[in-house]
């Protein structure tokens, strides 16, 4: 649930949410919200009850896990007849991860465990017992950092430092004060031509479908 603005603004619309984390921090942050059940620990150790939900959501989030067929297999059983599965993770097709590769925002091992595509997402929750009713490859929130972050990587800057900015995650202690410097630097400097780029980029992602981030609804078979 990281730090609960998803749940939030559901609970905002008289939903009834629950949230799991494996950060303490993070479930520290989302108890600050008020009004939502956490749970800190793996998803498969809560103590839910089957066919207890009627939507369970991984906003950036299953990408990082070890065991994915046993987490839907999970999620599968927690959900109601009628119950929506909604996934969202980077695009390993996407233009932007081909062209930049190991420079990709959303490659970033060890924290990334699997890279998915919307063809070998489907897959997977079909083999798990979930139709798929709906794919998206084009997201306003991810598409534009995504592309910047990525941009800023290719041209050798400190590897996802404007990630961990916007994040307010700590810096590594040992780092190259010299790279710190010429990473700055070169954001400053290459931010114009991020913007000018970007349009261009986000124009060809909508012909071809194929953004920056994956977002799959299913529901159980």
């Not at 390993?92 to 063809?119: C, D, T």
């Not at 929130?141 to 996802?160: C, R, V």
């Not at 810096?171 to 070169?186: D, M």
Request: proline share 4%.
């Amino acid at each position: 649930c990281g730090n609960g603005l998803f749940l939030k603004k559901m609970r905002e619309r008289l939903w009834d949410c629950y949230g799991t984390d494996i950060s303490q921090y993070a479930i520290d942050l989302a108890g600050k919200h008020g009004g939502i059940k956490l749970f800190c620990g793996e998803m498969e150790d809560a103590k839910f009850s089957d066919s207890q939900f009627d939507v369970i959501t991984f906003w950036q989030s299953f990408e990082h896990i070890a065991k994915p067929s046993q987490i839907l297999q999970k999620a599968r059983s927690l959900l109601n007849d009628d119950g929506i599965l909604f996934i969202s993770v980077p695009n390993i097709e996407s233009i932007e991860a081909v062209m930049s590769m190991k420079k990709w925002f959303g490659f970033e091992p060890p924290f990334h465990l699997y890279w998915y595509s919307a063809r070998t997402l489907a897959l997977l929750l079909e083999k798990n017992g979930f139709h798929v009713i709906k794919i998206g490859k084009n997201s306003i929130e991810y598409n534009f950092p995504f592309f910047m972050q990525s941009f800023f990587n290719a041209l050798g800057g400190e590897h996802n430092y404007l990630s961990i900015i916007f994040k307010r995650q700590k810096p590594e202690c040992h780092y190259n004060p010299f790279l710190r410097i010429y990473t700055i630097v070169l954001m400053i400097m290459a931010f114009p031509i991020v913007l000018a780029i970007y349009p261009i980029l986000c124009f060809v992602n909508v012909i071809f479908n194929n953004g920056s981030v994956v977002e799959v609804f299913a529901k159980k078979r």
